[in-house]
Nanobody, 122 residues
Framework: QVQLVESGGGLVQAGGSLKLSCAAS????????MGWFRQAPGKEREFVAA????????YYANSMEGRFTISRDNAKNTVYLQMNSLKPEDTAVYYC???????????????WGQGTQVTVSS
């Protein structure tokens, strides 16, 4: 069992940066792959990034690669999403999730946080 709590969302101007955190509790975090997803108003939830259990492999959606960086600190039971050069279209609720393997499909993830709102103003 893994419980996930996101933080770090907020309001930022276009071109700015935010760093999201996802704090995990439970014994299996360090052996879990982690992912970030987002859901904009009126749209389906979409994959953002994923990271393997040891941080050795990372994956990004095409539109985020080069702007977003996923990382993790297993000693702190925390996964991060550094978001740079933010655009208004990045406005969404951002969710972290835990899985056995770092996948792009949300159905592969077993545990989800409650989400944190990111709003990018133009």
């Amino acid at each position: 069992q893994v419980q996930l709590v996101e933080s770090g969302g907020g309001l930022v101007q276009a071109g700015g940066s935010l760093k999201l955190s996802c704090a995990a509790s439970g014994r299996t975090f360090s052996s879990s792959a982690m992912g970030w997803f987002r859901q904009a108003p009126g749209k389906e939830r979409e994959f953002v990034a994923a990271i393997s259990w040891d941080g050795g492999h990372t994956y990004y959606a095409n539109s985020m690669e080069g702007r977003f960086t996923i990382s993790r600190d297993n000693a702190k039971n925390t996964v991060y999403l550094q978001m740079n050069s933010l655009k208004p279209e990045d406005t969404a609720v951002y969710y972290c999730a835990a899985s056995l393997l770092p996948r792009m499909e949300e159905d592969e993830y077993d545990y989800w946080g409650q989400g944190t709102q990111v709003t990018v103003s133009s």
